[in-house]
């Protein structure tokens, strides 16, 4: 098996709307923020090649949106799926799956795109299997008003059309072991419904791509949760399972949003579960 990094973009959002009731003097201290308040964030997906399988967790936002709609998010920097998949040596027709860990449009708009000449949408994977669960299906195409914002029709009724649409098994309890795709899944509420977590077994080490569920460094301490989660209560019990095993079993933690920390290893401290070390993927994957 080998793992790479895939950088579908690099954006901004409010940071205030990152870490819900926490005050800025407390969360700018590892997040800081620009003269507008907002805070540098990336879309980084993870590419797994493992025997015959290309699996890409996450795609990024894609193009396809106007540049109002783009100029809400700041975009910064020259990183693009396609060039990342390029700089590895891959194309995105060669991605076997696409697993969606849920379908915000900035970690699913990458996998639809535009036809040739704009007047519909197409499969931006044309060899892929598209990966979600019936749960979070149900809840991204029969959105709530809190969410409506952020299931984008255009990013998610393509895929179904397109039949390449795959559902993972739903697990008894909170993981569910060796899924389809080779991997363990723990499946996490309360950002938005049945949001997975991929639990990778590289080389003795578990890598776990964190999605929403850790978005950054500055989010390691229980109660700061973002603004966006649907229930923030059941994020803080979420978070605190997660990373309480993540101490215990030294997981290497797979940041999808941290612009300036790729991986990390956390360990239980006085104030809760802490930071421990930064890693690279050079350190880690190769």
């Known amino acids: 098996m080998n793992l790479f990094p895939i950088n579908a973009g690099n954006f901004k959002l409010d940071g205030g709307a990152m870490f819900g009731v926490v005050p800025k003097s407390l969360w700018q201290r590892t997040n800081p923020a620009d003269a507008n308040n ?41 990183f693009t799926l396609n060039n990342s998949l390029k700089q590895h040596g891959f194309h995105k027709d060669d991605i076997t799956d696409v697993f969606l860990t849920h379908l915000h449009f900035d970690h699913s708009g990458g996998a639809i795109e535009w036809n040739s000449n704009k007047t519909g949408y197409q499969s931006a994977f044309k060899n892929a299997q598209f990966w979600s669960n019936i749960d979070h299906w149900k809840w991204a195409t029969q959105p709530n008003n809190r969410e409506k914002a952020s299931f984008l029709k255009e990013n998610i009724i393509p895929i179904e059309e397109s039949g390449q649409l795959k559902f993972t098994t739903l697990p008894d309890n909170d993981i569910l072991k060796n899924s389809e795709l080779g991997f363990d899944i723990f499946f996490a509420n309360g950002h938005t419904d049945k949001q997975m977590i991929p639990m990778i077994n590289y080389k003795g080490k578990t890598i776990c791509f964190m999605a929403d569920l850790l978005p950054t460094v500055g989010h ?6 973002m603004g966006y989660d649907t229930r923030p209560l059941l994020t803080l019990n979420e978070k605190e399972s997660f990373l309480n095993l993540a101490a215990k079993n030294n997981f290497y933690l797979f940041l999808e949003h941290d612009a300036h920390n790729e991986i990390i290893t956390v ?20």
């Open 267 to 286: 360990k239980q401290t006085e104030k809760g579960v802490r930071l421990k070390n930064i890693h690279t993927s050079q350190d880690i994957f190769y």
């Open 220 to 225: 390691l301490p229980l109660p700061y949760v």
């Open 38 to 78: 907002m805070i540098d964030l990336t879309a980084r997906c993870l590419l797994i090649e493992d025997g015959n399988r290309l699996i890409l967790i996450d795609t990024g936002m894609g193009n396809k949106q106007s540049s109002k709609f783009f100029g809400y998010y700041h975009p910064w920097g020259d």
